[in-house]
């Protein structure tokens, strides 16, 4: 990492723990086949237990319980009584064998209703459920993404709990950099006061901009983690590329190719206009006519439609390359740097805390960003 200030160990903690999350529930969804334990129980059995639920048949129940308690957990929720009940006891979750637990419990002709198809083995039957399974996950990869991360985030220590009741949404690796700079009286404030310890306070603004933009950087390695800020980085990358040419001009819209201007690069009298219609998380591309040019799932890939050949071409692109051709040349080129993405995201630098700067090297950008792979 770049850089001739220092940087907080907080921040390298937190992004290798997110890129080792986000391999994790990449390996469960894409490598349905792969039976090699997760180094992580926890996820696994989350994802075991949320892929089951978002294809779970609505002509039964699903309980979970524990042995002897006399309350059983419903999936769904408030089902007709008359229902068939499938019960899993949270031992055999909790020893990974939610799955398996599943199956034995339905027949032949029930596993074909479900699964779609007649399965020969046990083996079969279970590698078709992991593939429904993650097929499901993966449409929602980045809220499941999300939870995971939070739940790893929890914390026993009193007082990462008492700190987190002001800064809630600061990584426990943050928080725990927070207290161990605290004095005795602002540990002691942390306990009794409604509000936080000034010097933290000013301290805990500092992290929340920084962890802000490390989220966009990791947007352009992480699908699971790209945002409206990721989008932005890609963007104002985009504009950055050494032949980039001046005479196009990219705008984002809200809703629709009139909408209200989220952003832009290039100049408003540019020969080539593009626009990008932002509505439920995707987008839809138009050319300076109002042409629909497509639809796509996220920015990069709103990008590839919006160039035309000619740019393509000048940017080295093969004409016919997708979008992951287009992600890999805005990361191997040099993202937009901190102080040029603070700006385009609209925010003010807030001034580092002196003591935090006692970790690795300050990065002007992503690079130095673990692989995902």
């Not at 479900?114 to 459920?129: K, N, P, T, V």
Request: glycine share 6%; net charge neutral; hydrophobic share 40%.
């Amino acid at each position: 990492m770049p850089g001739d200030r220092r940087w907080p160990r907080a921040f390298l903690l937190d992004t290798v723990e997110r890129f080792r999350l986000d391999r994790e529930i990449r390996r469960f969804i894409e490598h349905p086949e792969d039976e090699t334990p997760a180094k992580d129980a926890d996820v696994q059995r989350y994802l075991q237990q949320v892929g089951l639920q978002l294809i779970w048949p609505t002509s039964r129940v699903l309980q979970l319980f524990e042995a002897g308690a006399a309350n059983r957990v419903e999936y769904p929720q408030d089902s007709a009584e008359d229902l068939p009940r499938i019960s899993v006891s949270e031992a055999q979750l909790m020893a990974g064998d939610l799955w398996i637990s599943v199956l034995n419990h339905l027949d032949d002709e029930q596993i074909r209703e479900w699964l779609g198809d007649d399965y020969a083995s046990a083996a079969d039957r279970l590698l078709a459920l992991r593939r429904k399974a993650g097929e499901a996950l993966a449409r929602r990869r980045n809220e499941v993404f999300d939870i995971c991360y939070q739940f790893r985030q929890q914390s026993g220590d009193p007082r990462v709990r008492q700190v987190r009741r002001f800064f809630a949404d600061l990584p426990t690796s943050m928080v725990r950099e927070l207290i161990a700079r605290a004095d005795e009286d602002e540990l002691r404030q942390l306990s009794t006061a409604q509000v936080a310890p000034p010097r933290m306070l000013r301290d805990a603004l500092w992290y929340r901009q920084q962890l802000r933009l490390n989220r966009a950087y990791e947007g352009l390695y992480l699908a699971s983690a790209a945002g409206e800020d990721s989008d932005v980085l890609v963007l104002h990358t985009l504009e950055t590329l050494p032949c980039w040419p001046g005479c196009m001009r990219i705008e984002v819209r809200q809703a629709s190719p009139a909408g209200a201007l989220l952003d832009s690069i290039g100049l408003e009298q540019a020969e080539l206009q593009r626009v990008l219609v932002r509505a439920d998380g995707r987008y839809r591309v138009y050319n300076g006519l109002g042409q629909s040019l497509g639809e796509a799932v996220d920015m990069v890939t709103a990008l590839r439609a919006a160039l035309p050949k000619s740019v393509r071409r000048t940017l080295g692109m093969p004409l016919e390359a997708d979008a992951s051709v287009l992600r890999a040349l805005l990361v191997d080129h040099t993202p937009l740097p901190r102080v040029q993405l603070l700006a385009a995201l609209g925010m003010t630098a807030v001034s580092p805390p002196v003591a935090a700067m006692a970790g690795s090297s300050l990065p002007s950008s992503a690079r130095g960003l673990p692989s995902s792979r």
